[in-house]
DNA sequence: TAGATTGTTAATCGATTAACAATC
DNA sequence: TAGATTGTTAATCGATTAACAATC
């Protein structure tokens, strides 16, 4: 399995891949073909070929691919079939959601801990843990194996943290914050940036206006 | 202004610019050119006269880009230079902590109502806005000129309620829900799915575990 | 005027699609 | 065996980068 140079265009369909192999597998179809699941995805076949043909051969000549092998080998080049550890570091109304959001626990991502700099909210719990003080997060890193922090602080407050987080074991950053992160080779960032999403959205509504005059 | 053609990849980069247009305005910085952007955005100079292209001419040979002027040009072209008004279906973590955002009125996307299913959260208040029940929210689509719905409801739920929000005036979807939605041609979708996003994370720490062995 | 930097065309690179031989 | 469908190579398409003439 030769994973070099996938590119992230075709990461970035891996997800939704798995989420119609599941669906497929809930409704109990046990086989399908690269031409009904193109038409189901509404991309081409080819394109799913192959994006899977990336990781190996999941498929057979003349039959399919069986949805479930798929499924969970699917899960396993996504990484999903170990745990992962994260601390959500910002306890604002974003990451008081993200920390209630229990999805993330069915695929394995363990919700560790939550910490803010405001003494205020410190005590309050998040399905189940206390909110701490944000000068606690590097002893707590130090004595406790947390593969992601979660940003949902302000830019100021993310950029200055990235070096402590690393330094203490932090692997993968998931990025609320609207900055862009420089860390150290081999750290994961994933940027979600709200504004940056709705003002693509904006676009696409005034541009349709636009051409339509 | 031709704007046909447009590329997604080219429109996913515009906020990008925006941000850093921004900062370069609050530090009073005048002019950039693309060399100096490029340095800064860790992208081709070539790329950043390319993209700006696309909208017409907005430097100068010889000096670059007015800073203030870009930003103004970009934002018009984002579409920010008007009202957008949106509402929240989903009352749940996620849907009140994006009532709850004020970054987004600063842009000029007016929160204007949120709705659930759940009769317990009725009257509860995110933001001055009395949560209202869902059957509800035909009416006041009928009765109030809304741009955008929020979908920040299960996907079962999501899929049901489209062609009632399209039938009622709504322009655009910014999808939370974690299926994908089938709207008519001039309706604009966008989707944050936040678990496809976690798992291009988990993705890329694993695959960095695999290439180190 | 000379230097700087854009706007734009041409070249390259990478991603997507088409085609088909291999094979179940 | 015949039919179906993959895995994979080749062709196409689109996006990015390089180059440079135009021009401030």
């Given amino acids: 399995m030769q994973e070099k140079g996938i590119s992230q265009a075709v990461v970035g369909r891996l997800p939704r891949y798995l989420r119609y192999l599941g669906e497929l597998k809930e409704n109990g179809v046990e086989r399908v073909s690269s031409q009904e699941l193109s038409t189901l995805m509404n991309v081409t076949a080819s394109q799913i070929r192959q994006d899977f043909n990336n990781f190996g051969g999941f498929g057979q000549q003349g039959y399919g691919y069986n949805v479930d092998y798929l499924y969970t080998e699917m899960s396993k080049i996504l990484g999903l079939d170990r745990e992962y550890h994260f601390v959500i570091i910002g306890a604002g109304n ?5 920390g209630n959001y229990l999805n993330f626990e ?16 410190v005590g309050k719990e998040v399905r189940g843990e206390k909110i701490r003080l944000i000068n606690e997060l590097e002893d707590f890193l130090k004595s406790n194996k947390i593969d992601i922090a979660v940003l949902t602080i302000p830019k100021t407050g993310a950029v200055g943290l990235v070096d402590m987080l690393v330094n203490n074991g932090i692997r993968a950053i998931w990025n609320f914050a609207h900055v862009d992160l420089n860390v150290p080779e081999g750290v994961q960032v994933e940027n979600v940036h709200l504004s940056d999403s709705l003002m693509k959205l904006s676009y696409n509504i005034s541009r349709y206006d636009r051409e339509k005059q």
Wanted: glycine content about 14%; cysteine-free; hydrophobic content about 45%.
């Fill in 94 to 98: 974003l990451g008081r959601a993200l």
């Fill in 106 to 121: 069915r695929r394995g991502f363990i919700f560790r801990g939550i910490f803010d700099k405001d003494p205020e909210l």
